[in-house]
Nanobody, 128 residues
Framework: QLQLVESGGGLVQPGGSLRLSCASS?????????IGWFRQAPGKGREGISC????????NYADSVKGRFAISRDNVKSTVYLQMNSLKPEDTGVYYCAAYARTGGCYSLLQEGRSDYRGQGTQVTVSS
């Protein structure tokens, strides 16, 4: 079965850190597969927050997380990471990753909402 599996979510206090992982199952995250991270807060729409190109050379961040979050990937382990620092209560939500292996990469993922695979998500709660 081809799928993405997120992990690393949890409850953290404001100002704290978490590292999310997005691992592929049934296929490898090769140099042609862009991976995006999205989140959805209760009562709000989906927000694309970060993306990394297949070879890791290009990264994108939403203004809301720029300077606090960092995306990286290890194609040998077929895993993409999202390091989240200086977390705020407004970062609370379900975080999920999505993969797109066709022309357009991160632009298609973040701007056009295209994806080939998407994970089920992991809950992140930032609260004191």
């Amino acid at each position: 079965q081809l799928q993405l599996v997120e992990s690393g979510g949890g409850l953290v206090q404001p100002g704290g850190s978490l590292r999310l992982s997005c691992a592929s199952s049934g296929f490898t995250l090769g140099d042609y597969v862009a991976i995006g991270w999205f989140r959805q807060a209760p009562g709000k729409g989906r927000e694309g927050i970060s993306c990394i190109s297949g070879n890791g050379a290009t990264t994108n961040y939403a203004d809301s997380v720029k300077g606090r979050f960092a995306i990286s990937r290890d194609n040998v382990k077929s895993t993409v990471y999202l390091q989240m620092n200086s977390l705020k209560p407004e970062d609370t939500g379900v975080y999920y990753c999505a993969a797109y292996a066709r022309t357009g990469g991160c632009y298609s993922l973040l701007q056009e909402g295209r994806s080939d695979y998407r994970g089920q998500g992991t809950q992140v709660t930032v609260s004191s």
